[in-house]
């Protein structure tokens, strides 16, 4: 039997971590559809996001550890110099850029592949209609660069 890391406390989290990925997940496959928006394509979202999951980091952490929650940017075994000069820094630095980091990741794949899928989506309309004669065939480039992205930003949606 496999025993979890965070015990029957983490269970307390499930409906916190469960909301958090069904918003972003519905959110997600909300901009597949056409003319809808995705709320995750804008970085305030994700990060607004971000803060919620550091604040509940850090307010579990000092209600369980009081001022033990430190620890976290001062390891043992380190040298006392380095803890001070190098180390400890690094570790508040990685810490607190947690956030801008997981929020910039969420944002990037999602306005990168759905801007994708909708320039792609717009050459079909655009060659289709603009172009004449045998020139039309020229929008099956694009519908098929767009049918081989949707899989890819499915499977995205779903990371």
Request: net charge positive; glycine share 6%; aromatic share 14%.
């Amino acid at each position: 039997m496999v025993r979890s890391t965070a015990g029957r406390d983490g269970l307390k989290f499930f409906p916190f971590v469960y909301a958090l990925f069904m918003f972003i997940l519905f959110a997600n496959m909300l901009g597949l559809v056409p003319f809808f928006f995705t709320p995750t394509s804008h970085i305030i979202v994700t990060f607004a996001l971000a803060m919620m999951v550091m604040t509940t980091v850090l307010i579990v952490g000092f209600w369980k550890n009081g001022l033990g929650f430190l620890q976290l940017f001062n390891p043992s075994g380190v040298p006392m110099i380095l803890k001070i000069v190098l180390v400890t820094p690094l570790e508040i630095i990685s810490f607190m850029s947690r956030p801008l980091s997981h929020s910039i990741r969420l944002w990037a794949n999602m306005l990168a592949g759905h801007i994708m899928l909708k320039l792609f989506a717009s050459f079909i309309i655009a060659m289709a209609v603009g172009l004449t004669g045998a020139f039309k065939l020229g929008a099956i480039a694009p519908a098929i660069m767009t049918i081989a992205l949707t899989p890819l930003e499915i499977l995205v949606a779903f990371l």
